[in-house]
């Protein structure tokens, strides 16, 4: 089959964000299948292709999968407004696209929610099976946030979000809450999969190069978050844990946040004012030196805003990078995360906003070594056990190509 494929997102494992888009496109021509990837300029993303744009677009196969990137620029730290105009720029352009290109299946997957447009325009206008991936719910999470305030907007993405899921032939929810949200909104079970993002073995279970931040000595305690760092993320947490240790005398113990985002610099700023020197910045990295900072670190923070919608509504990447490196997860909001980490033991939960709780399980983690390593051989068992990515690629795979 020849699949036309939305991920305005999209990166190559060169990049410093997600590749499960990537994965699946490889997977869907491992398994015999064409792929066209449609994308915009993400920052932080690599899409391989470096010939000069004309008209707009430039166009190249990287690792077997045919590429159509538009000259559109995206960042974390881009405004509301201007990643809204970005948005519909983009879905603009893919309307053409899904009107115009030869494909037997059109995939879409948000965020953003626009994501879904080309899909609706497929179905509609030329018959073409669509399916669409949830990997976030909108509007509940902006709603909730307080990122979108105005009704008339709330409206009008709850009737896209409407229309997406009830054009899509099938619909794949990335958690148990997003597959829910989709239920509620009228979609029978049975056109619903979940496929949670999946654990890269092969890249961060091999040995990588190991290396440490300036400032974090061979003996501290390693603890990384890697990720965003915008509204959602809540870093203003790990600086409040920071502050807590630092009260405490335990210099030994060291937080690095590895990312962008547009509240890193207000970040750095908070952490330069409390001079919070058990606190490292650092740049984002491509996956493979990634999982050699991984392969150095012994606790991954898996740090999220207290909002209700994210408890069972996120599938976040940092999570099964962690774990498939071997590493325990300190997890500081409740939800199917949380439960699975106390269900196989492979980490700590704490409640939300309480510093206090957060630096007591860093101390035990410092304090108590041979426990931490056990945590961390129950993380990688779960990853290979349950959330393989090749595993779940091929799910994914017969959910999208399947012809009913």
């Known amino acids: 089959m020849n699949i036309l494929y939305f991920h305005q997102h999209f990166s190559t494992p060169k990049g410093s964000t997600g590749i499960r888009s990537y994965e ?12 066209t990837m449609v994308c915009g300029t993400y920052g932080g993303g690599e899409t391989g292709l470096n010939s000069v744009f004309i008209n707009g677009r430039r166009e190249g196969v990287v690792d077997g999968i045919r590429i159509i990137e538009f000259d559109l620029e995206y960042s974390n730290s881009d405004g509301f407004i201007k990643r809204s105009i970005t948005f519909f720029k983009f879905a603009i352009k893919s309307i053409f696209l899904s009107l115009t290109e030869k494909y037997d299946v059109l995939f879409a997957t948000s965020t953003p929610l626009t994501a879904g447009i ?13 399916i669409f991936e949830v990997r976030d719910l909108w509007p509940e999470l902006p709603k909730e946030m ?3 305030k105005n009704p008339v907007i709330l409206s009008l993405m709850s009737l896209l ?3 997406s899921y009830h054009s899509a032939h099938r619909c794949i929810g990335l ?21 949670p993002n999946g654990c890269d073995l092969s890249l961060f279970s091999q040995p990588s190069e190991p290396w440490r931040p300036e400032g974090v000595a061979e003996d501290d305690l390693m603890a990384i978050f890697t990720g965003t760092h915008g509204i959602a993320n809540g870093l203003d947490a790990v600086l409040d844990v920071a502050m807590e240790l630092k009260s405490r005398g335990r210099e030994d113990i060291k937080l690095v946040l590895v990312g962008q985002g547009r509240l890193k610099p207000k970040l750095q700023a908070r952490a330069q004012e409390m001079q919070l020197n058990n606190v490292v910045f650092h740049p984002p990295v491509n996956k493979e030196k990634l999982a050699g900072l991984m392969s ?16 069972y509504g996120t599938s976040p990447n940092k999570f099964f990078d962690y774990i498939s490196a071997g590493l325990p997860v300190i997890n500081n909001y409740p939800g199917w995360l949380a439960e699975m980490i106390k269900d196989h033991q492979c980490g700590f939960t704490v409640d939300p906003e309480n510093p206090k709780a957060f630096a007591r399980v860093l101390e035990q983690a410092a304090d108590d070594r041979e426990a931490l390593a056990a945590m961390g051989d ?18 994914w795979v017969q959910w999208v190509v399947r012809k009913t």
Do not use: T
């Not at 699946?24 to 792929?35: D, P, Q, S, T, Y």
């Open 175 to 195: 958690s148990p809450g997003i597959v829910e949200g989709i239920k509620k909104r009228g979609v029978p079970k049975e056109k619903i999969e979940m496929v």
């Open 161 to 163: 979000e409407w229309l």
């Open 296 to 311: 150095s670190a012994d606790v991954g923070m898996q740090v999220l805003a207290n909002i209700p919608a994210f408890y």
């Open 118 to 130: 080309p899909g609706i325009c497929s179905r509609w206008l030329r018959g073409k099976p669509f």
């Open 146 to 148: 307080g990122i979108v």
């Open 378 to 395: 129950a993380a990688h068992q779960l990853a290979e056990s349950q959330f393989n990515r090749h595993m779940l690629a091929d799910k």
């Open 24 to 35: 699946m496109a490889k997977r869907l021509i491992h398994h015999g299948h064409n792929v």
